[in-house]
């Protein structure tokens, strides 16, 4: 049995890691890439911890044994199709325990190369939070704008031609609002995200700065980590501006009409602007919102919504940035983008970045 450290893992390109952990614990945490072959079902944990809590670790193991073993044929069969592409699968768990061992043990039993990880998951965790702050680039290219201005999308057009972008957004799977997980599902939580930033940041290994949206501290249930934050406050800032028609317009499109036929659709836009009108602090104002949501009138509500919620919190935010502001139109994406790209190479070739 060979075990490897997490350094090893990432930094070889010939293994794979084979979680070995229940579906539920690999859904709460897991390494980006990682393959899912549980031991145990969600189920099957469940009970052998109310029997090791009630009966001893005796009767635990023994019940443990009568439910893996019909299921070895199968795992280990699995774990050995995984090497068929010519990477290495590396086991493990949640801190390399009883489960990554015995997993590793059958495979010997059965003939087949057995590496483990060790210290399990824990050990990948610790490690990438000690290296997050040590990779990210010197300097921040910071985009800020008012909802709806576009930055999203220049920042995966920006992506796409390949410069250095962190969307912590996409990271999150959240898109940073109390509608920001409309239609895309519960957001990811703070291992997830940490996990997504680190595989980001060694994609864009050695370049000397990122790009990144001005996003506040908590993405949903994700928070950055205070590096980040500092190289953003510190960064070369760019603002988006558009007119309230496209930034409607934009809001529309992305929120509501892929979902306003979906059952769930109106009641989740009712219940999440019942708890902003309460925010509004003006009766008539809360009055009008809450017809027009009624009413299905969703132009209406995002145009109420932007003027008189988003806007001000967001111009009080952007105080926490000391400029200069370089403006950028967005209302044309494509020329946006294009006016960044210039305003990035030239900050590249005049060696401010460097």
């Known amino acids: 049995m060979k075990d490897i450290t997490v350094e090893e893992l990432i930094n070889s390109g010939h293994y794979i890691p084979v979680d070995v952990r229940s579906p539920i614990e690999h859904e709460e945490a897991n390494i980006p890439g990682s393959i899912n072959v549980p031991l145990?079902?969600?189920?099957?944990?469940?009970?052998?911890?109310?029997?090791?809590?009630?009966m001893g670790p005796e009767a635990a193991k023994w019940r443990a044994m009568e439910i893996v073993s019909p299921k070895l044929p199968e795992l280990l069969g699995t774990i050995k199709d995984l090497g068929k592409n010519g990477r290495q699968p590396v086991i493990h768990c949640w801190r390399g325990g009883t489960r990554s061992q015995s997993v590793s043990a059958f495979l010997e039993y059965a003939g087949l190369p057995a590496t483990r990880l060790s210290g399990g998951y824990r050990a990948y965790r610790e490690y990438i939070l000690e290296q997050i702050p040590r990779l990210l680039p010197k300097h921040a290219v910071v985009i800020h704008g008012l909802t709806g201005?576009?930055?999203?999308?220049?920042?995966k057009e920006l992506?796409?031609?390949?410069?250095?972008?962190?969307n912590l957004e996409e990271m999150a799977n959240h898109r940073g609002s109390i509608f920001g997980a409309m239609g895309i599902g519960e957001g990811n939580n703070q291992k997830t995200f940490d996990a997504l930033l680190f595989k980001r940041l060694l994609e864009i290994k050695g370049s000397q700065y990122f790009i990144i949206e001005a996003e506040s501290k908590r993405i949903g249930r994700a928070v950055q980590q205070e590096e980040l934050l500092e190289r953003k406050a510190n960064g070369i800032h760019f603002l988006i501006?558009?007119?309230?028609?496209?930034?409607?317009?934009?809001?529309?499109?992305e929120y509501v009409l892929p979902y306003e036929n979906e059952?769930?659709?109106?009641?989740?836009v009712r219940e999440k602007t019942v708890r902003l009108e309460k925010r509004l602090k003006n009766p008539e104002l809360?009055?009008?919102?809450?017809?027009?949501?009624?009413?299905?009138?969703y132009k209406l509500v995002i145009h109420i919504l932007l003027e008189h919620y988003y806007d001000p919190r967001y111009g009080h935010k952007l105080n926490e940035y000391?400029?200069?502001?370089?403006?950028?139109?967005?209302?044309?994406?494509?020329?946006a983008v294009?006016?960044?790209?210039?305003?990035?190479?030239?900050?590249?070739?005049?060696?401010?970045?460097?």
């Open 241 to 253: 501006e558009s007119t309230i028609t496209s930034r409607i317009d934009r809001i529309y499109d």
């Open 149 to 155: 201005t576009g930055k999203t999308e220049l920042l």
């Open 322 to 335: 000391h400029g200069p502001f370089a403006i950028i139109p967005g209302d044309d994406i494509e020329n």
């Open 159 to 166: 992506e796409w031609k390949g410069y250095p972008v962190l």
């Open 338 to 354: 294009f006016m960044l790209e210039n305003e990035i190479n030239k900050l590249i070739n005049g060696k401010s970045l460097v």
């Open 286 to 297: 809360a009055r009008i919102l809450a017809q027009a949501v009624d009413m299905h009138d």
């Open 263 to 268: 059952s769930w659709f109106h009641e989740e």
């Open 40 to 54: 145990f079902s969600n189920d099957e944990r469940a009970e052998i911890g109310i029997i090791y809590k009630n």
